[in-house]
């Protein structure tokens, strides 16, 4: 018997939220997965992502519970950014690890003040280690550079993730609960 002809493994997928937590057909497009044609998105339903589950109410409640975890350990303000930690801007879908942080450049960015006129916030300048995929609406582009504004009065700065290391992450595995016993209402005896 030659046991390196087993069925090769798949790579591993992300898992969605709706392979982990509590899910049932969308009610949407009733789990077909499609809807009625539109521009936008063909004939994809746009509530599930042509994914045909949504998450039920109780699988709504523990993923809710694993973000706010999730948030609560990696959210953190750009004072906290370290050359070596892994950090996700935003706009990013995974985290990079950072190679460089410039000094500080008073006045780099500049943001809208509500009345057509300019804002200029402080900002450093953050390398990545490698390119990250950016998408714009021009399409998905690779950058390495970001600015990521610092708090001032003007604005609270940018937010950044810094990862914790895979054993400090919360698992969303570990937030799934048994889903609340549904109530039967007993059926009433009829008088004998
Ligand atoms: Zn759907």
Redesign the pocket.
């Known amino acids: 018997m030659n046991n390196t002809e087993t069925t090769p493994t798949a790579p591993a997928k992300p898992k969605l939220a709706t392979d982990i937590f509590e899910s049932e057909p969308?009610s949407?497009?009733w789990g077909?997965?499609t809807?009625s044609y539109c521009q936008a998105y063909g004939t994809r339903?746009f509530?599930?992502a042509?994914r045909?589950v949504?998450l039920t109410k109780h699988g709504q409640k523990n993923y809710s519970a694993w973000r706010a975890a999730v948030d609560a350990i990696t959210l953190k303000s750009v004072a906290d950014l370290t050359v070596g930690c892994s950090a996700k801007l935003d706009g990013m879908t995974k985290y990079y690890e950072v190679a460089a942080i410039s000094e500080v450049h008073p006045g780099r960015v500049g943001h809208g003040d509500g009345n057509g006129g300019t804002i200029w916030l402080p900002a450093v300048t953050v390398t990545f280690t490698r390119p990250v995929p950016v998408t714009t609406v021009f399409g998905v582009h690779k950058q390495t550079e970001f600015e990521v504004t610092l708090p001032s009065e003007a604005s609270k700065g940018s937010e950044v993730r810094i990862h914790p290391g895979n054993d400090l992450m919360p698992q969303a595995e570990a937030f799934v609960t048994a889903p609340p016993v549904k109530r039967t209402r007993k059926p009433k005896e009829s008088a004998a």
């Open positions: 969308c949407r497009c077909s997965g809807y339903c509530k599930c042509g045909s949504q």
